[in-house]
């Protein structure tokens, strides 16, 4: 089992950049493929990008391609998200999530949660 608090977020401007944090507990991080997702206000939930669980694969939403990066350090069990060229459409709250089947950009792949950092993005 794994428990995960993100970190990171708050108000910036569009073009601005921000790097979210996902700190994780206990000594089996490197086991659990990773992902960030986010929910703006009355929007379900969506995919934002995904970890495999060295590190070497990444996958990402098309809408983020190229602005997010997301990487981890299993040394230091954390998972980050720099994203930079913020829009105002990046506005919601990102969560981090763990999985110990393979990456994947489906909400349901997913058995941990963070609880949330909230991005607003001004225009």
């Known amino acids: 089992q794994v428990q995960l608090e993100e970190s990171g977020g708050g108000l910036v401007q569009a073009g601005g950049s921000l790097r979210l944090s996902c700190a994780a507990s206990g000594r089996t991080f490197s086991s659990y493929a990773m992902a960030w997702f986010r929910q703006a206000p009355g929007k379900e939930r969506e995919f934002v990008a995904t970890i495999s669980r060295s590190g070497g694969s990444t996958h990402y939403a098309d809408s983020v391609q190229g602005r997010f990066t997301i990487s981890r350090e299993n040394a230091k069990n954390t998972l980050y998200l720099q994203m930079n060229s913020l829009k105002s459409e990046d506005t919601a709250v990102y969560y981090c999530?763990?999985?110990?089947?393979?990456?994947?950009?489906?909400?349901?792949?997913?058995?941990?949660w963070g609880q949330g950092t909230q991005v607003t993005v001004s225009s």
């Open positions: 999530a763990a999985t110990k089947t393979l990456y994947s950009s489906s909400v349901r792949a997913y058995d941990y």
